[in-house]
């Protein structure tokens, strides 16, 4: 069975870090591009990193650009987005979803989320 | 800053058809954004229904379908049923896919 699951959400004061982690299986996974989305409360989904299937490229979206950093390990079949810097707006759900290209863009499998709740 | 708008909410009757939209705010909404479509029922994660603008996977139910509309991206759902009430997001490709927008959403109401 494809899979993808996150870890490592949790409660953190404003300015702190945390670290999360998606972990694949069913899949060869050094051939996809890893993706972070996330859903604040009540909202809708925001793209937040991605990286490409064998870590060579890495893009953010500017509300995270210079605050979090997206690696992978493909022995391991696991993604992490190190988050500095939180900050209130940054409490959300966060998932994991894989995506690559064969004749498009194909943005398929997502992982059920973990939830990071920054507050003081 | 690049925005993709959908109608904040719809409502259809059981067996009846809606269509959702996608527009950006960069100009017309081509197969070149690769449009993506994804349900999200309350408490779930989101699920893909269409990619590459009309492309379905294996597990999307035969009536859900997607297409270009006036320079928007566009999902149809036919003989609607009642499971099929839920949360509906876009997503568009930018800059050779370094960048991604989802749409606001749409929420759906069968009545």
């Known amino acids: 069975e494809v899979q993808l699951v996150e870890s490592g959400g949790g409660q953190v004061k404003p300015g702190g870090s945390l670290r999360l982690s998606c972990s694949a299986s069913g899949f060869t996974f050094s051939d996809y591009n890893i993706n972070w989305v996330r859903q604040a409360p009540g909202k809708g989904l925001e793209w937040v990193s991605s990286?490409?299937?064998?870590?060579?490229?890495?893009y953010y979206a500017d509300s995270v650009s210079g605050r979090f950093t997206i690696s992978r390990d493909n022995v391991k079949n696991s993604v992490f987005l190190q988050m500095n810097s939180l900050r209130a707006e940054d409490t959300a759900v966060y998932f994991c979803?894989?995506?690559?290209?064969?004749?498009?863009?194909?943005?398929?499998?997502w992982g059920q989320g973990t939830l990071v709740a920054v507050s003081s | 800053q690049t925005v993709v708008t959908q109608e904040p909410s719809l409502t259809v009757s059981p067996g009846g058809t809606v269509t959702l939209t996608c527009a950006s705010s960069?100009?017309?909404?081509?197969?070149?954004?690769?449009p993506s479509w994804f349900q999200q029922k309350p408490g779930q994660a989101p699920k893909a229904l269409i990619y590459?603008?009309?492309f379905t996977h294996s597990w999307t139910p035969a009536r859900f379908s997607g297409s270009l509309l006036g320079g928007k991206a566009a999902l149809t759902l036919s003989r609607v049923q009642p499971e099929d009430e839920a949360d509906y997001y876009c997503?568009?490709?930018?800059?050779?896919?370094?960048?991604?927008?989802f749409g606001s959403g749409t929420k759906v109401t069968v009545l």
């Open positions: 990286i490409s299937s064998v870590g060579t490229y890495t």
């Open positions: 590459n603008t009309k």
């Open positions: 979803a894989r995506d690559r290209y064969s004749s498009g863009w194909n943005f398929d499998v």
């Open positions: 997503l568009l490709y930018f800059d050779g896919a370094q960048r991604k927008v």
């Open positions: 960069t100009g017309a909404v081509t197969r070149d954004f690769y």
